[in-house]
């Protein structure tokens, strides 16, 4: 274990939590291509330590969100049943899906999702403004820093946001990731939770996720703590890091970044043999 | 349900996600400095954290900075059910009692997950 490997992992991995905590993902999506690209790592070994820097996004940023009050706690963890059920259903999906047929129908998704982020924004935005429901155990509200105003919100059309959060806990079990690509345009577009709230909450709930992935890998011997140690220890800074640009930045630059990264996570799988 | 205890909650699980994360990293950092240092480090390539505890509750001889790794990695693992937990714990202090089933509920499942993945 050299300390040039040591720097080269943890910057790898401050990169991917500096963008996972900024767009409300794991960073897996960043991570594994560094380690398997640039560094060699085998691909069982790139997705054990994804997922144990999911985990380490999720509990740094959440730590942060949680006490800002950006974090929907009651509706993540009412989400968070049917992502724990879906990954536990994604383990038995795996043994019936041919692996190259479901990277190709993930990627197309994204394709859809990202689409529908770019040109439905507005709508969900105008809708939540509009909304002056009764407040109830699954509303919330936050400061945001960013334009200084104080945010609220009801959440709505909860069992569709459900159902995608069913088939993202499904799809995290099987690629190893931490889910929030699907459920923050979920959260977002179907309940009208403001971005900031949703990416917040998504972050919150996908440790949970991963943390059930882990413990498979763990058990099969794919967690090498010589690079899933200083992979995480970047995740760490760069989550911490991402929190804090996120009180900063706008609501709408978060939501285009977020499309810019579906898109081009998209064109990968796409061209990947 | 009041604003009260909403922040009570939000207080104990960022106190659950922040101890786990600190405790994790001071022991992956001290784990890195000494494996680092170390002239002749013990095991190369794949580390498997699961066989080091094995080995160490085995009486095995194995190496303080690989020790430290496998410990800040298993409780960072282990953070998001302590998370669940204090939330478990906060609801049933506030008589939440629809939240309470669902913090339950994911605990629950979560156990299972873990039992069947180390079975």
Partial sequence: MSAGSVIL?????AAAGTLGALLGLGGGVFLIPFLVLALDVPMHQAIATSIVAVIA???????????????????????????????????????????????????????????AMAIGGRIAKRVE??????????????????????????????????????????????????????????????SGIPMKAATATSNFMIGVTAAAGAFIYLAEGHLNVHIAAPAALGVLAGSMLGVKLSRVLRAESVKWAFVIVLFAVAIQLLIRK | MNEGSDIRTERWISRALRAGVV???????????????????????????????????SGYAVSTGIVLLSGGILILMLTPIIRVLAALVTFILENDNTFTLVAAVVLGMFVLELLVSLS
């Fill in chain 1, 57 to 115: 996004t999720s509990s740094a940023g959440a730590a942060m969100n949680v006490e800002r009050g950006t974090v929907n706690i009651r509706l993540g963890m009412l989400l968070e049943i049917v992502t724990v059920a879906g990954a536990l259903a994604g383990g038995i999906t795996a043994s019936y899906l041919d692996g190259t047929m479901l990277t190709k129908i993930f990627a197309i998704l994204l394709f859809g999702i990202s689409g």
């Fill in chain 2, 23 to 57: 405790t994790s990293a001071v022991l992956m950092i001290v784990g890195v400095a000494v494996e680092t240092a170390s002239t002749y480090p013990l095991m190369d390539g794949l580390v498997d954290p699961l066989a080091v505890v094995r080995a160490a509750l």
């Fill in chain 1, 129 to 190: 403004n509009r909304d002056k429901a009764t407040r109830t155990a699954l509303s919330g509200e936050y400061f945001d820093d960013a334009v200084h105003t104080m945010v609220s919100y009801h959440v709505k059309n909860l069992p569709g946001t459900m159902v995608v959060s069913l088939i993202a806990g499904n799809i995290s079990g099987l690629l190893g990731l931490g889910g929030g690509i699907f459920k923050v345009p979920a959260m977002h577009l179907l």
């Fill in chain 1, 9 to 13: 992992i943890a910057c790898g991995g």
